[in-house]
């Protein structure tokens, strides 16, 4: 069973940034992709950002290509979501996420039912 812990929420102005991270505890070399979702009250879960291991593929939903960027250090296993330019818009309970399927598009990729492990989540509020 694998274990996802978020870090880096909070609260920021519009227009600021915020650092999200998730270590998987333990790693394992069965993950093949890991993501942020995202959700609001009464809303299903979205996908924001994916990446493979090792890297080599890399997907966005359309509302934060430009603005965000995922990454993983392979080193120490970390997955990470730089969030630049946020919006009222960006606020919400932001889920990791760890999918052992492969390969996936881009569609199934930011797909919540792709993905077998999740995190608690982590709140990021975005004031206007």
């Known amino acids: 069973q694998v274990q996802l812990v978020e870090s880096g929420g909070g609260s920021v102005q519009a227009g600021g940034s915020l650092r999200l991270s998730c270590a998987p505890s333990?790693?394992?070399?069965?993950?093949?992709?890991m993501a942020w979702f995202r959700q609001v009250p009464g809303k299903a879960r979205e996908g924001v950002a994916a990446?493979?291991?090792?890297?080599?593929?890399?997907y966005y939903a359309d509302s934060v290509k430009g603005r965000f960027t995922i990454s993983r250090d392979n080193g120490i296993k970390t997955l990470n979501l730089q969030m630049n330019g946020v919006t009222p818009e960006d606020t919400g309970m932001y889920y990791c996420?760890?999918?052992?399927?492969?390969?996936?598009?881009?569609?199934?990729?930011?797909?919540?039912?792709?993905?077998?492990?999740w995190g608690q989540g982590i709140q990021v509020t975005v004031s206007s």
């Open positions: 996420a760890a999918s052992e399927t492969r390969p996936m598009t881009a569609i199934q990729a930011l797909f919540r039912l792709n993905y077998k492990f």
């Open positions: 333990p790693y394992t070399a069965n993950t093949k992709y």
């Open positions: 990446i493979s291991t090792p890297g080599e593929s890399i």
